[in-house]
């Protein structure tokens, strides 16, 4: 019963930066897995980043050390703030639930059962 809507896409010279939100209901963010996931046309869907109800965060190697996922209770949003974007990260980007699962949160696509729709993101070279 969970619903997530991305927003904050959008298009943006390579060197620049983004930061995408994730508006989460019908669940309260402690107590499972949330995270970021891109595909593009033509290909598989890959792993951005996830965070645990800790607060622990997981990346893949690929955005490590440009992108930060986090999560603000408060207002029960998500957010990837996307740095130093390069034209290969031109994707649709998701934010998804992983409900039966609440540490060591993977960004593998499998383990993940609630999705938004997405939000695209564009990086000019």
């Known amino acids: 019963q969970v619903q997530l809507m991305e927003s904050g896409g959008g298009s943006v010279q390579a060197g620049g930066s983004l930061r995408l939100s994730c508006a989460v209901s019908g669940v309260t963010y402690d107590n499972y897995c949330i995270g970021w996931f891109r595909q593009v046309p033509g290909k598989e869907r890959e792993g951005v980043a996830a965070?645990?109800?800790?607060?622990?965060?997981h990346y893949a190697d690929s955005v490590k050390g440009r992108f930060t996922i986090s999560k603000d209770n408060a207002n029960n949003t998500l957010y990837l703030q996307m740095n130093s974007l390069k034209s290969e990260d031109t994707a649709m980007y998701y934010c998804?639930?992983?409900?039966?699962?609440?540490?060591?949160?993977?960004?593998?696509?499998?383990?993940?059962?609630?999705w938004g729709q997405g939000t695209q993101v564009t990086v000019s070279s």
């Open positions: 998804a639930a992983d409900l039966r699962r609440a540490y060591l949160c993977t960004v593998i696509v499998g383990f993940y059962d609630d």
């Open positions: 965070i645990d109800s800790d607060g622990t965060t």
